[in-house]
């Protein structure tokens, strides 16, 4: 690894737009070793400079006159899986999606009553990829082998933040700390929808679980007997992609700002009160100009041909090249409480409060597919189709708890939970964004190596839940996702004094 200050943050901060699979909501449940060994609590004690991510006033924690630098690698282990109830039997699928591995860095400087430096950490994500033989695969459920089958369905939504930190100690008890965040997001998606959720979405008399709008879905409503047209007798799937191979950076990118801004006051030697507030981010719509929608359908080739119905229908896949534009994505506000007390020297008891603003971010997800205007694209060029899928999340609560023992000079143990409320409406829930997980067990382990060095590491156990979507109990079936994760962060920590 390259010690060079400018090398190591130039790496992290092409490394950090990798998915994060979180669980907290699309939240990471605790960041740093330190504190997601200890449920993920951090707002009122030293977590190190995972306090550029959780409440950078507590840099003033560590000792005068020191200089720190963090590097960390991160685990995320995804376990999740989709079944659907059909004539033919419950089927079920399991997400290939189950490894991400994420580095962070973090230095700070104080000197006397004032804190400095920077910091590169992941943000959080979400992250699904069901194969070609699952049965999401088969939108149409065996209908039409030849065009249906074998689509992958793919989610990886990645957040990471550049963190530049001040923090100030206002009295020997009080202190505030700020942070200035650059903030980057991409996102890959592979999405089939069968015949009865596209037109859920097209058709103005339902629109339950979204919409769709545009001229090129004019275009297809004029052929589409359900939208009023007579040339295509069953539409079998459309399917958006916008995807590449990279396990770092999303095909659609943005950049934007955000920050933070916290206190902690130390009652006593013993007891600390911290409070913080995450601003919501200002990201750019997330946009990539190489994207593809297509219709597979059982179309009347005279219409195709001469314009003029003649009843002799064939199938066709329908592809259309053009750019996607996800339209507001956004990270919520966070406001959070903390307290850590410490009954002896040897003990340590820690727990966080945090409130996520999910509903104010996550109402909808909007994307916008604009057709090229070449030949390719035939009569379809130049259309545009906004495709608007209803999300309504709530705002969650998480309580985090923790308690750490010292047990000797060089070995601290850490143990502590997460709970998190489900903010996903399970009559929106998708199989591809199934961010329903609520309860976490960690431990961890934290060893001094002399004099200016240590190792901390933390292993977090998502427990698996479950949520259905009911589908409309007709045309839509219900649709039950499983998520459970297993999570590992390792940090080195290298002192300067």
Not at 318 to 344: C, H, M, N, S
Not at 358 to 363: C, D, F, I, P, T
Not at 477 to 490: E, F, G, K
Request: hydrophobic share 45%; with cysteine.
């Amino acid at each position: 690894m390259q010690w060079k200050v400018p090398c190591t943050i130039t790496a992290a901060v092409v490394l950090l737009a990798a998915p994060a699979s979180a669980t907290n909501g699309m939240n990471m449940e605790g960041y740093g070793p330190v504190s997601s060994a200890l449920g993920g609590a951090g707002i009122a004690f030293d977590s190190g400079t995972a306090a550029l991510m959780i409440n950078p006033a507590t840099l003033m924690l560590q000792p005068r006159a020191t200089t720190r630098l963090d590097v960390a690698f991160g685990y995320l282990g995804p376990d999740v899986s989709a079944a659907v109830r059909t004539p033919q039997g419950r089927l079920s699928a399991t997400s290939l999606a189950d490894a991400y591995f994420m580095p962070a860095f973090g230095w700070i400087t104080r000197k006397g009553d004032i804190a400095y430096g920077l910091g590169v950490f992941a943000q959080g994500g979400m992250g699904t990829e069901y194969g070609p033989t699952s049965w999401l695969a088969d939108p149409s459920q065996g209908q039409n082998t030849a065009l249906t089958k074998g689509l992958v369905n793919q989610s990886e939504v990645s957040v990471g933040r550049a963190l530049v930190p001040l923090a100030y100690q206002l009295n020997e008890r009080l202190s505030i700390g700020a942070t200035v965040d650059l903030v980057w997001a991409g996102l890959d998606l592979k999405m089939a929808m069968s015949e009865a959720q596209f037109v859920d979405l097209a058709n103005p008399q339902a629109q339950m679980s979204g919409t769709a709008s545009g001229s090129l879905t004019q275009v297809f409503g004029a052929l589409y007997e359900p939208f009023g047209g007579t040339g295509i007798r069953r539409l079998h799937h459309a399917y958006f992609d916008f995807a590449n191979d990279s396990q770092f950076t999303g095909q659609s990118r943005g950049a934007g700002l955000g920050g933070k801004l916290g206190i902690v006051y130390e009652v006593a030697p013993n007891l600390s009160l911290g409070a913080v507030y995450h601003t919501p981010t200002a990201i750019s719509d997330l946009e990539t100009s190489d994207a593809s929608m297509r219709m597979a359908v059982n179309v009347d080739v005279g219409l195709m041909t001469t314009g003029i119905p003649n009843d002799q229908y064939v199938d066709m896949d329908i592809p259309v090249r053009g750019k996607i534009t996800v339209e507001d994505f956004q990270w919520p506000a966070t406001f959070g409480l903390g307290v850590a007390y410490g009954p002896t020297d040897a003990v340590r008891i820690v727990a966080d409060v945090k409130r996520i603003q999910w509903s104010s971010v996550m109402e909808k997800f909007a994307m916008v597919f604009e057709a090229d205007a070449v030949p390719e694209n035939g009569a379809f060029g130049g259309q545009e189709l906004k495709a608007v899928l209803y999300q309504d999340w709530e705002d969650q609560t998480v309580l985090s708890l923790g308690a750490e023992w010292q047990a000797s000079p060089a070995v601290t143990l850490r143990a502590g939970f997460n709970h998190g409320s489900n903010p996903v409406p399970d009559s929106f829930l998708n199989a591809l964004f199934p961010a329903i997980v609520e309860n976490h067990a960690t431990i961890g382990l934290g060893y001094a190596l002399g004099e200016h060095g240590s190792a901390n590491i933390s292993i977090m156990r998502g427990f698996n839940s479950e949520a259905t979507n009911p589908g409309n109990g007709v045309t839509v079936p219900s649709v039950t996702s499983a998520h459970a994760q297993w999570n590992s962060q390792l940090m080195y920590t290298y002192w300067i004094n």
